[in-house]
């Protein structure tokens, strides 16, 4: 994915006739993401996001209110809905049960079929895909694994390449290793 | 089928999922659960060909990650025990994906379809997923561990650090422990003997979680952290999960280079911190794979006891 400003800033007024009505109602549609409309904005997830605390980009009022609104493309392109740390603190306190982290991961979910997987994420799914697991288990692994007298492990599982595959994630000429 | 309640703790036996992170990046937690579970009377069983836990492609497809965790757990229905993980992301998403796997029948029939189509697996929905710290964090085994300390840890102060999957989302774990106000940690530092301090920003999250999308974001929220921790000039960080490790004791001297400022503060699993109360020596919980230096802390304990 090509992106000179991979967290988008708004420099000017944002036009309406742009906007997807429909948004939404996708977003509502996707597993994790059905709480959307009932935010009303009042950014107790903002204000108690230990991302938001560090940087800027990351401000998950902000994001559910432009996907509301159906800013699909400005959502579904910008890496700032990969910002999320999945650390719940905002699931634990919105009072309108929106589920944030769920939201982001089904607003995630339905970038990635749109075309937006960052090169982080496709790397990680390249290495589940090849060898089951993110960190590989060679030899070498296993080796010092003996060493410290803990049992040894399987180096690949096929499995999670069978998932992968059949749902269309991982093609045979992806593999690693 | 054997499986724990919480109304029946007295069981011990356990399969051990161990997840990416922990059997290659942080050995020295898993020598020093084995070793003190041991010690406990706690019963860990290996399944080698466990794969990740599905937690990563969540974000990417959610139905290939409830497929990938429905896998393990089809696997570990097999020997018939109680989960419990390490790691508290695999934790968390194992618990999840059981969650829903068991409250949902026509995704627990479109799961298990796939499954046998393509793997051969069928997941009943009959296995209970926990952490080994909730395996520890039980009247019986915390009674056990107070009996058994051997050597007084009263002069160290160390601190939690919960994490948010061991706690959150509370829903998935039926609000075990308040997330606002978890003790479970702090109890099981408390039994060991050393004293528990409090510190700002307590829960505040690793930053593990966006290292791979943006890494400066994930230090300056370790960074946070470990500076409230100066500040109550702790012995030590307590952790119970190989991700927060990653943060807080692989990138430590990245953060003390970005942010010029030096720490140097010892990070211990859980389990060590216990192994050594219980008298074990520091090389038999992988002490030495530390990468921040543990001497001083074990001398500061020495002093006391001799």
Redesign the interface.
Known sequence: MKNNEPYLIIKSMIDSKTFDPNFKFLIASE??GENIKKCFSCGTCTAGC??R???E??NPRRIIRMAILGMKKEVLSS?FI????????C??RCPQNV?I?EL???I??IA?REGY??S??KS??DL?ASF??????TDF?NE??KE???????GR?E??K???S??G?HREEQDRG | MKNRTEANPLDSEYTLF?G??V???A?NY??SA?KVAKHLGLHLF?V??F??CGY?????????YL??AA?NLALAEKKGLPLCTLCSACCGSLTEANHEIQGDEKLRKRINE?LSK??GLHYEGGIQVTHYIRALDQEVVRKKISKQVQINLSSLRVAPHYG??YI???TIYHRKEN??DPKSLDELIKATGAQSVQYEDK???C????L???EQ??L??AH?KLDHLRLQQADAMILICPFCNIMYEGNQRKIEKVYQTEYKLPILYYPQLLGLALGLEPDEL?MKMNRVRTTELVKKINGRTD
């Open positions: 597993p994790g230990p991302v605390e560090v940087t980009h990351y890496l990969w910002l999320c740390s999945s650390c719940y603190t699931f634990e589920k982290p982001m991961n089904a995630k979910n990635v997987l960052p982080s994420m990680q799914l589940l089951g697991r993110l960190l590989e288990v692994e010092k694994r410290s007298n803990l049992p040894l492990l399987q599982t499995d999670s069978k998932i992968l059949n749902l994630l | 161990l990416c992170t059997p290659v990046r050995l898993e020598i084995r290996d080698p060909d794969s990740c990563p492609i969540k974000s990417i497809h959610r139905y290939a497929l990938m896998r796939d393509w793997l948010c999957h959150k989302p509370s997330p606002e829960l505040q999250c930053g593990g979680g966006v791979a999308m943006d974001v994930a300056a929220m946070k992988g």
